[in-house]
């Protein structure tokens, strides 16, 4: 899996977009992103997933740059329950019965909402 | 649906001592991964079982052991318990189809304290 940067913490005002960047400049072609957050005392929670193209769900969205060498995941409207470590986590789809199911945790990007 | 569900949540053991946690994951999902967090070293993925068989393992020494039964529930046994085995053991869970991208549902943990 190849490694990713981010910064270890950032604070974001309520209501506020929160963009979260994460370096990923090994990643190979045939790597998707992924990014997954902890709210405190919980286990991990899945966000998104993209391979180039910039992909929105009802969480949150996520720009790939056209070199794929960085991204950046967007909270629109960051509300307080949005405090949380969020991780990129870079790795190969996987499929089937393949073996690449385990996750490889960064130490993420601790963001703090603020009201 | 119901989530992962694990148990106990807290645990506290002493050194020497063996441990057993427990993992139920969703209805229908018949991965089941096993990851340990500590501050220090984060989150660290410990091994996947998969229809009763172990597909995939970390770099965790034998004294961390698991299964799975048939009906998918996973337990996970450490033995000769340290006081670095105090953890967040998390238990996530997939249902590992052909459909790509299969996100992992997380479980809240259970708290383990070796004194």
């Known amino acids: 899996d190849a490694k990713t940067t981010q910064p270890p913490s950032m604070d974001c005002a309520e209501g506020r977009a929160a963009n979260l960047p994460c370096n990923h400049s090994?990643?190979?072609?045939?790597?998707?992103v992924y990014w997954y957050r902890q709210i405190h005392s919980q286990g991990p929670q899945y966000i998104i997933h993209?391979?180039?193209n910039n992909e929105t769900n009802e969480m949150a969205s996520l720009i790939i740059t056209e070199d794929r060498k960085s991204s950046t995941l967007i909270l629109p409207h960051a509300t307080l329950r949005d405090t949380a470590v969020y991780y990129c986590i870079v790795r190969v789809a996987p499929s089937g019965g393949g073996s690449n199911y385990k996750l490889t945790f960064g130490k993420g990007t601790l963001l703090t909402v603020n009201p | 649906k119901a989530g992962v569900t694990q148990t106990p949540r807290y645990l506290i053991k002493t050194r020497g001592q063996q441990v057993t946690l427990s993992c139920s994951p969703i209805?229908?999902?018949?991965?089941v991964s096993w990851y340990q967090q500590t501050p220090g070293q984060g989150l660290q993925f410990l091994f996947e079982y998969f229809s009763e068989t172990q597909r995939n393992k970390g770099n965790f020494p034998g004294r961390f052991s698991g299964r799975q039964f048939s009906n998918s529930r996973s337990e996970m046994n450490v033995s000769t318990l340290e006081l670095g085995d105090s953890a967040l053991y998390l238990c996530a869970s997939s249902s590992r189809t052909l459909v790509p991208h299969n996100e992992q549902f997380f479980g809240p943990g259970t708290r383990l304290t070796v004194l």
């Open positions: 090994t990643i190979s072609g045939n790597e998707y």
């Open positions: 993209g391979l180039k």
């Open positions: 209805s229908g999902h018949r991965s």
